[in-house]
DNA sequence: GCAGTGTAGTTGACATGTCATCTACCTCAT
DNA sequence: ATGAGGTAGATGACATGTCAACTACACTGC
Protein backbone atom coordinates (compact mmCIF):
# COMPACT_ATOMS: atom_id res chain seq x y z
CA UNK A 1 0.00 0.00 0.00
CA UNK A 2 3.14 2.29 0.02
CA UNK A 3 1.52 4.02 3.42
CA UNK A 4 5.21 4.94 4.03
CA UNK A 5 7.35 7.27 1.34
CA UNK A 6 9.46 8.75 3.88
CA UNK A 7 12.77 6.92 3.81
CA UNK A 8 15.54 8.03 6.51
CA UNK A 9 18.49 7.44 4.07
CA UNK A 10 20.97 9.63 2.66
CA UNK A 11 20.59 10.35 -0.80
CA UNK A 12 23.00 11.82 -3.33
CA UNK A 13 20.20 13.97 -4.55
CA UNK A 14 17.51 14.94 -1.79
CA UNK A 15 14.25 14.29 -3.29
CA UNK A 16 11.14 16.24 -2.11
CA UNK A 17 9.66 13.99 0.49
CA UNK A 18 6.20 14.33 1.20
CA UNK A 19 5.28 16.50 3.90
CA UNK A 20 3.75 15.72 6.93
CA UNK A 21 0.02 16.56 5.74
CA UNK A 22 0.63 15.20 1.62
CA UNK A 23 1.78 11.75 3.60
CA UNK A 24 -1.44 12.14 6.00
CA UNK A 25 -2.90 12.33 2.73
CA UNK A 26 -1.35 9.34 1.00
CA UNK A 27 -1.82 7.41 3.99
CA UNK A 28 -5.17 7.95 4.15
CA UNK A 29 -6.34 7.58 0.87
CA UNK A 30 -4.20 4.28 0.56
CA UNK A 31 -6.03 2.53 3.76
CA UNK A 32 -9.41 3.68 2.93
CA UNK A 33 -8.96 2.11 -0.33
CA UNK A 34 -7.77 -1.95 1.09
CA UNK A 35 -10.58 -1.01 3.92
CA UNK A 36 -13.28 -0.01 2.03
CA UNK A 37 -12.52 -2.38 -0.89
CA UNK A 38 -12.46 -5.24 1.85
CA UNK A 39 -15.65 -4.24 3.02
CA UNK A 40 -17.46 -3.87 0.06
CA UNK A 41 -16.02 -6.92 -1.70
CA UNK A 42 -17.29 -8.63 1.84
CA UNK A 43 -20.63 -7.37 1.38
CA UNK A 44 -21.19 -8.13 -2.05
CA UNK A 45 -20.41 -12.08 -1.59
CA UNK A 46 -22.40 -12.48 0.85
CA UNK A 47 -25.43 -10.85 -0.31
CA UNK A 48 -25.28 -11.45 -4.13
CA UNK A 49 -22.59 -14.36 -4.23
CA UNK A 50 -20.55 -12.09 -6.38
CA UNK A 51 -16.91 -10.60 -6.16
CA UNK A 52 -16.56 -7.22 -7.28
CA UNK A 53 -15.50 -8.03 -10.93
CA UNK A 54 -18.61 -9.97 -11.54
CA UNK A 55 -20.75 -6.88 -10.06
CA UNK A 56 -18.59 -4.75 -12.04
CA UNK A 57 -19.11 -7.06 -15.43
CA UNK A 58 -22.58 -7.41 -14.81
CA UNK A 59 -23.16 -4.17 -14.41
CA UNK A 60 -21.57 -2.97 -16.98
CA UNK A 61 -23.54 -5.53 -19.31
CA UNK A 62 -26.62 -4.70 -17.21
CA UNK A 63 -26.50 -0.90 -18.27
CA UNK A 64 -26.21 -1.04 -21.83
CA UNK A 65 -29.77 -0.83 -23.44
CA UNK A 66 -29.51 -4.60 -25.24
CA UNK A 67 -27.63 -6.09 -22.21
CA UNK A 68 -24.68 -7.17 -24.74
CA UNK A 69 -21.18 -5.55 -25.57
CA UNK A 70 -18.26 -6.37 -28.10
CA UNK A 71 -15.63 -7.91 -25.86
CA UNK A 72 -13.07 -5.27 -26.60
CA UNK A 73 -15.08 -2.13 -26.33
CA UNK A 74 -16.43 -3.69 -22.48
CA UNK A 75 -12.73 -4.37 -21.89
CA UNK A 76 -11.90 -0.41 -22.79
CA UNK A 77 -14.79 0.92 -20.50
CA UNK A 78 -13.66 -1.39 -17.77
CA UNK A 79 -9.93 -0.28 -18.21
CA UNK A 80 -9.52 -4.03 -17.92
CA UNK A 81 -6.71 -5.75 -20.16
CA UNK A 82 -8.56 -8.36 -22.79
CA UNK A 83 -6.49 -10.80 -21.31
CA UNK A 84 -8.30 -10.35 -17.62
CA UNK A 85 -11.99 -9.70 -19.44
CA UNK A 86 -10.86 -12.88 -21.53
CA UNK A 87 -10.50 -15.07 -18.50
CA UNK A 88 -12.92 -14.01 -16.71
CA UNK A 89 -16.36 -14.13 -18.55
CA UNK A 90 -14.87 -17.64 -19.44
CA UNK A 91 -15.50 -18.01 -15.57
CA UNK A 92 -18.74 -16.29 -15.84
CA UNK A 93 -20.06 -18.04 -18.56
CA UNK A 94 -19.12 -21.21 -17.12
CA UNK A 95 -21.72 -19.88 -14.24
CA UNK A 96 -24.45 -18.63 -16.83
CA UNK A 97 -24.60 -14.80 -16.21
CA UNK A 98 -22.83 -14.08 -19.56
CA UNK A 99 -22.83 -15.87 -23.18
CA UNK A 100 -19.91 -14.99 -25.88
CA UNK A 101 -21.55 -14.95 -29.29
CA UNK A 102 -20.07 -14.67 -32.62
CA UNK A 103 -19.94 -10.99 -34.05
CA UNK A 104 -22.05 -10.59 -37.44
CA UNK A 105 -19.89 -7.53 -38.39
CA UNK A 106 -16.52 -8.86 -37.57
CA UNK A 107 -15.38 -12.26 -37.78
CA UNK A 108 -12.36 -11.96 -35.47
CA UNK A 109 -14.88 -10.14 -32.83
CA UNK A 110 -17.24 -11.65 -29.98
CA UNK A 111 -19.93 -10.08 -28.28
CA UNK A 112 -20.58 -10.41 -24.72
CA UNK A 113 -24.53 -10.63 -23.45
CA UNK A 114 -26.16 -10.63 -20.39
CA UNK A 115 -28.50 -14.30 -19.87
CA UNK A 116 -31.60 -14.31 -17.64
CA UNK A 117 -29.89 -15.18 -14.45
CA UNK A 118 -27.25 -12.73 -15.13
CA UNK A 119 -29.81 -9.82 -15.40
CA UNK A 120 -31.83 -11.43 -12.44
CA UNK A 121 -28.48 -11.43 -10.34
CA UNK A 122 -27.83 -7.62 -11.02
CA UNK A 123 -30.66 -6.82 -10.64
CA UNK A 124 -30.85 -8.40 -6.64
CA UNK A 125 -27.00 -7.14 -5.96
CA UNK A 126 -27.18 -3.40 -7.41
CA UNK A 127 -29.50 -1.86 -4.60
CA UNK A 128 -27.45 -3.54 -1.98
CA UNK A 129 -24.14 -2.32 -3.43
CA UNK A 130 -25.19 0.64 -3.29
CA UNK A 131 -26.47 0.70 0.28
CA UNK A 132 -22.66 -0.60 1.24
CA UNK A 133 -21.42 1.91 -1.14
CA UNK A 134 -23.59 4.61 0.91
CA UNK A 135 -23.20 3.05 4.15
CA UNK A 136 -19.27 3.14 3.73
CA UNK A 137 -18.41 6.03 2.07
CA UNK A 138 -20.74 8.43 0.27
CA UNK A 139 -22.92 8.69 3.15
CA UNK A 140 -19.74 9.90 5.62
CA UNK A 141 -19.36 12.84 2.76
CA UNK A 142 -20.32 16.28 2.91
CA UNK A 143 -21.59 17.93 -0.27
CA UNK A 144 -17.89 19.88 -0.98
CA UNK A 145 -16.14 16.81 -0.12
CA UNK A 146 -17.95 14.35 -2.96
CA UNK A 147 -17.18 17.11 -5.51
CA UNK A 148 -13.71 17.06 -4.22
CA UNK A 149 -13.46 13.61 -5.20
CA UNK A 150 -15.28 13.88 -8.79
CA UNK A 151 -12.74 16.51 -9.45
CA UNK A 152 -9.12 14.73 -8.23
CA UNK A 153 -10.82 11.44 -9.43
CA UNK A 154 -11.28 13.13 -13.09
CA UNK A 155 -7.98 15.53 -13.38
CA UNK A 156 -5.85 12.47 -11.97
CA UNK A 157 -7.38 10.17 -14.71
CA UNK A 158 -6.74 13.09 -17.32
CA UNK A 159 -3.30 13.20 -16.59
CA UNK A 160 -2.92 9.54 -16.63
CA UNK A 161 -4.85 9.15 -19.46
CA UNK A 162 -3.83 12.11 -21.79
CA UNK A 163 -0.09 12.58 -20.98
CA UNK A 164 1.14 8.78 -20.45
CA UNK A 165 -1.55 7.09 -23.09
CA UNK A 166 -0.78 3.38 -21.24
CA UNK A 167 -3.78 1.33 -21.09
CA UNK A 168 -3.49 -1.97 -20.34
CA UNK A 169 -2.83 -4.22 -23.38
CA UNK A 170 -2.24 -7.72 -22.36
CA UNK B 1 -14.83 -1.25 -10.44
CA UNK B 2 -18.65 -1.14 -9.73
CA UNK B 3 -18.62 2.23 -11.58
CA UNK B 4 -22.31 2.02 -12.52
CA UNK B 5 -24.69 1.68 -9.77
CA UNK B 6 -27.62 2.93 -11.24
CA UNK B 7 -29.34 -0.03 -12.25
CA UNK B 8 -32.65 0.56 -14.19
CA UNK B 9 -34.58 -2.61 -13.41
CA UNK B 10 -37.46 -2.51 -11.24
CA UNK B 11 -37.22 -2.93 -7.39
CA UNK B 12 -39.80 -3.89 -4.67
CA UNK B 13 -38.54 -0.90 -2.71
CA UNK B 14 -36.65 1.99 -4.69
CA UNK B 15 -33.21 2.06 -3.24
CA UNK B 16 -31.59 5.17 -2.47
CA UNK B 17 -29.50 5.62 -5.78
CA UNK B 18 -26.58 7.48 -5.92
CA UNK B 19 -27.36 11.21 -7.40
CA UNK B 20 -25.61 12.62 -10.74
CA UNK B 21 -23.26 14.24 -8.29
CA UNK B 22 -22.51 11.02 -5.87
CA UNK B 23 -22.02 8.88 -9.14
CA UNK B 24 -19.79 11.01 -10.71
CA UNK B 25 -17.65 11.02 -7.13
CA UNK B 26 -17.81 7.29 -6.84
CA UNK B 27 -17.19 6.74 -10.59
CA UNK B 28 -14.31 9.27 -10.17
CA UNK B 29 -12.34 7.82 -7.50
CA UNK B 30 -12.25 3.99 -8.67
CA UNK B 31 -11.21 4.81 -11.91
CA UNK B 32 -8.49 6.77 -10.48
CA UNK B 33 -7.32 4.33 -8.36
CA UNK B 34 -7.41 1.80 -10.61
CA UNK B 35 -5.36 3.92 -13.24
CA UNK B 36 -2.65 5.52 -10.78
CA UNK B 37 -2.32 2.09 -9.37
CA UNK B 38 -1.25 0.55 -12.78
CA UNK B 39 0.90 3.59 -13.01
CA UNK B 40 2.28 3.20 -9.88
CA UNK B 41 3.04 -0.21 -10.07
CA UNK B 42 4.77 0.32 -13.62
CA UNK B 43 6.57 2.95 -12.37
CA UNK B 44 8.09 0.74 -9.34
CA UNK B 45 8.70 -2.41 -11.32
CA UNK B 46 10.70 -0.65 -14.10
CA UNK B 47 12.33 1.86 -12.15
CA UNK B 48 13.30 -0.39 -8.99
CA UNK B 49 12.45 -4.09 -10.09
CA UNK B 50 9.64 -4.31 -7.21
CA UNK B 51 6.09 -4.59 -7.06
CA UNK B 52 4.00 -2.51 -4.86
CA UNK B 53 3.26 -5.10 -2.05
CA UNK B 54 7.24 -5.03 -2.01
CA UNK B 55 7.91 -1.86 -1.62
CA UNK B 56 5.26 -1.61 1.19
CA UNK B 57 6.92 -4.38 3.10
CA UNK B 58 10.46 -2.86 2.58
CA UNK B 59 9.14 0.35 3.28
CA UNK B 60 7.34 -0.51 6.75
CA UNK B 61 10.40 -2.68 7.82
CA UNK B 62 13.00 0.33 6.31
CA UNK B 63 11.29 3.08 8.64
CA UNK B 64 11.93 0.62 12.09
CA UNK B 65 14.50 1.80 13.63
CA UNK B 66 15.68 -1.39 13.86
CA UNK B 67 14.71 -2.75 10.04
CA UNK B 68 13.13 -5.57 11.93
CA UNK B 69 9.44 -6.54 13.24
CA UNK B 70 7.48 -9.29 14.17
CA UNK B 71 5.37 -10.85 11.58
CA UNK B 72 1.87 -10.54 12.83
CA UNK B 73 2.76 -6.85 13.88
CA UNK B 74 3.76 -6.04 10.34
CA UNK B 75 0.57 -7.95 8.88
CA UNK B 76 -1.72 -5.62 11.34
CA UNK B 77 0.38 -2.24 10.44
CA UNK B 78 0.19 -2.65 6.43
CA UNK B 79 -4.06 -4.14 6.92
CA UNK B 80 -2.49 -7.62 5.00
CA UNK B 81 -3.76 -10.91 6.48
CA UNK B 82 -1.11 -13.15 8.15
CA UNK B 83 -1.63 -15.44 5.05
CA UNK B 84 -0.49 -13.00 2.31
CA UNK B 85 2.42 -11.74 4.26
CA UNK B 86 3.61 -15.63 4.90
CA UNK B 87 3.19 -16.40 1.61
CA UNK B 88 4.91 -12.93 0.06
CA UNK B 89 7.65 -12.87 2.48
CA UNK B 90 8.63 -16.39 1.42
CA UNK B 91 9.03 -14.87 -2.20
CA UNK B 92 10.87 -11.99 -0.62
CA UNK B 93 13.06 -14.11 1.57
CA UNK B 94 14.23 -16.03 -1.61
CA UNK B 95 15.23 -13.24 -3.48
CA UNK B 96 17.38 -11.78 -0.45
CA UNK B 97 15.34 -9.10 0.81
CA UNK B 98 14.38 -10.01 3.92
CA UNK B 99 14.97 -12.61 6.21
CA UNK B 100 12.86 -14.57 9.26
CA UNK B 101 14.13 -15.03 12.26
CA UNK B 102 13.21 -16.90 15.47
CA UNK B 103 11.27 -14.81 18.19
CA UNK B 104 13.27 -14.72 21.43
CA UNK B 105 10.17 -13.78 23.74
CA UNK B 106 7.84 -16.34 21.81
CA UNK B 107 8.25 -19.31 20.31
CA UNK B 108 5.89 -19.45 18.09
CA UNK B 109 6.40 -16.06 16.77
CA UNK B 110 9.07 -14.80 13.77
CA UNK B 111 10.79 -11.77 13.32
CA UNK B 112 11.09 -10.24 9.66
CA UNK B 113 14.81 -8.45 9.35
CA UNK B 114 15.71 -6.59 6.03
CA UNK B 115 18.85 -7.09 5.15
CA UNK B 116 21.43 -5.26 3.42
CA UNK B 117 20.76 -5.81 0.11
CA UNK B 118 16.47 -5.12 0.92
CA UNK B 119 17.71 -2.12 2.39
CA UNK B 120 19.86 -0.86 -0.59
CA UNK B 121 16.68 -1.84 -2.51
CA UNK B 122 14.19 0.26 -0.71
CA UNK B 123 16.56 3.47 -0.31
CA UNK B 124 17.29 3.11 -4.05
CA UNK B 125 13.34 2.93 -4.88
CA UNK B 126 11.92 5.34 -2.23
CA UNK B 127 12.85 8.71 -3.85
CA UNK B 128 11.91 7.28 -7.48
CA UNK B 129 8.54 6.01 -5.77
CA UNK B 130 7.63 9.50 -4.08
CA UNK B 131 8.46 11.40 -7.50
CA UNK B 132 5.23 9.36 -9.13
CA UNK B 133 3.18 9.96 -6.80
CA UNK B 134 4.02 13.61 -7.01
CA UNK B 135 3.89 13.10 -10.55
CA UNK B 136 0.59 11.33 -10.44
CA UNK B 137 -1.17 12.73 -7.76
CA UNK B 138 -0.01 14.46 -5.14
CA UNK B 139 1.46 17.51 -7.21
CA UNK B 140 -1.98 17.63 -9.22
CA UNK B 141 -4.24 18.59 -5.63
CA UNK B 142 -4.37 22.05 -4.00
CA UNK B 143 -3.86 22.10 -0.31
CA UNK B 144 -7.40 22.02 0.59
CA UNK B 145 -7.76 18.81 -1.54
CA UNK B 146 -5.08 17.47 -0.45
CA UNK B 147 -6.85 18.24 3.41
CA UNK B 148 -9.92 16.38 1.96
CA UNK B 149 -8.13 13.29 1.10
CA UNK B 150 -6.81 13.19 4.33
CA UNK B 151 -10.21 13.68 6.39
CA UNK B 152 -12.45 11.56 4.47
CA UNK B 153 -9.69 8.99 4.33
CA UNK B 154 -9.26 8.95 8.03
CA UNK B 155 -13.24 8.86 8.13
CA UNK B 156 -13.85 6.02 6.22
CA UNK B 157 -11.41 3.86 7.79
CA UNK B 158 -12.43 5.07 11.24
CA UNK B 159 -15.98 3.92 10.17
CA UNK B 160 -14.49 0.67 8.85
CA UNK B 161 -12.54 -0.49 11.96
CA UNK B 162 -15.00 1.14 14.61
CA UNK B 163 -18.20 -0.50 13.26
CA UNK B 164 -17.78 -3.29 11.98
CA UNK B 165 -14.35 -4.47 13.52
CA UNK B 166 -13.49 -6.76 10.64
CA UNK B 167 -9.59 -7.03 9.99
CA UNK B 168 -8.11 -9.72 7.59
CA UNK B 169 -7.69 -12.95 10.03
CA UNK B 170 -6.52 -15.86 7.42
C1' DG C 1 1.72 -30.11 35.88
C1' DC C 2 -1.57 -30.58 32.69
C1' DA C 3 -5.96 -30.30 30.01
C1' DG C 4 -8.48 -26.83 27.36
C1' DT C 5 -8.40 -22.99 24.71
C1' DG C 6 -6.32 -19.22 22.19
C1' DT C 7 -2.63 -17.20 19.18
C1' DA C 8 1.47 -17.01 15.61
C1' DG C 9 2.71 -18.46 11.65
C1' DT C 10 2.82 -21.73 7.70
C1' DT C 11 0.90 -24.42 4.24
C1' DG C 12 -1.92 -26.28 0.26
C1' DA C 13 -5.71 -25.85 -2.69
C1' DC C 14 -7.75 -22.84 -5.29
C1' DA C 15 -9.35 -18.16 -7.47
C1' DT C 16 -7.74 -14.41 -9.79
C1' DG C 17 -4.60 -11.29 -12.55
C1' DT C 18 -0.46 -10.58 -15.76
C1' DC C 19 2.40 -11.33 -19.55
C1' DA C 20 3.76 -13.27 -23.76
C1' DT C 21 2.20 -15.69 -27.39
C1' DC C 22 -0.92 -17.72 -30.75
C1' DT C 23 -4.70 -17.95 -34.18
C1' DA C 24 -7.87 -15.99 -37.00
C1' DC C 25 -9.38 -12.34 -39.29
C1' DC C 26 -9.34 -7.56 -41.14
C1' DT C 27 -7.21 -3.68 -44.01
C1' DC C 28 -4.71 -1.72 -47.29
C1' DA C 29 -1.11 -0.96 -50.77
C1' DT C 30 0.51 -2.92 -54.57
C1' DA D 1 -5.64 -11.22 -55.38
C1' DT D 2 -2.13 -11.21 -52.39
C1' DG D 3 1.08 -10.40 -48.98
C1' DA D 4 2.39 -7.32 -44.95
C1' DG D 5 1.04 -5.68 -40.98
C1' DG D 6 -2.53 -4.65 -37.57
C1' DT D 7 -6.40 -6.02 -34.41
C1' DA D 8 -9.72 -9.23 -31.63
C1' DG D 9 -9.76 -12.55 -28.71
C1' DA D 10 -8.16 -16.87 -26.44
C1' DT D 11 -4.74 -19.43 -24.10
C1' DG D 12 -0.91 -21.24 -21.08
C1' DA D 13 2.55 -20.36 -17.83
C1' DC D 14 3.19 -18.05 -14.03
C1' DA D 15 2.67 -14.50 -9.98
C1' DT D 16 -0.22 -13.24 -6.52
C1' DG D 17 -4.19 -13.32 -3.14
C1' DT D 18 -7.82 -15.94 -0.35
C1' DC D 19 -9.58 -19.37 2.55
C1' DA D 20 -9.47 -23.17 5.42
C1' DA D 21 -6.78 -26.26 7.78
C1' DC D 22 -2.74 -27.42 10.42
C1' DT D 23 1.44 -27.16 13.69
C1' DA D 24 3.56 -25.41 17.45
C1' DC D 25 3.67 -22.82 21.22
C1' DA D 26 1.44 -19.79 25.01
C1' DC D 27 -1.85 -18.90 28.65
C1' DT D 28 -5.29 -20.02 32.12
C1' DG D 29 -7.67 -22.54 35.74
C1' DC D 30 -7.79 -26.44 38.22
Not at 66 to 72: A, F, M, T, Y
Not at 74 to 81: G, I
Not at 104 to 121: I, Y
Amino acid sequence: MSTTLQYGGRMTQEPRWLSDREQRAWQAYRRMFLLLNAQLSRDLARQSGLSEPDYDVLSSLGSRPDHRCRVSELAERMLWSRSRLSHHLARMEQRGLVVREECATDGRGAVVVLTAPGQRTIEAAAPLHVESVRKYFIDLLTAEEIDVFADVGETVVERLTDTEGRRPTG
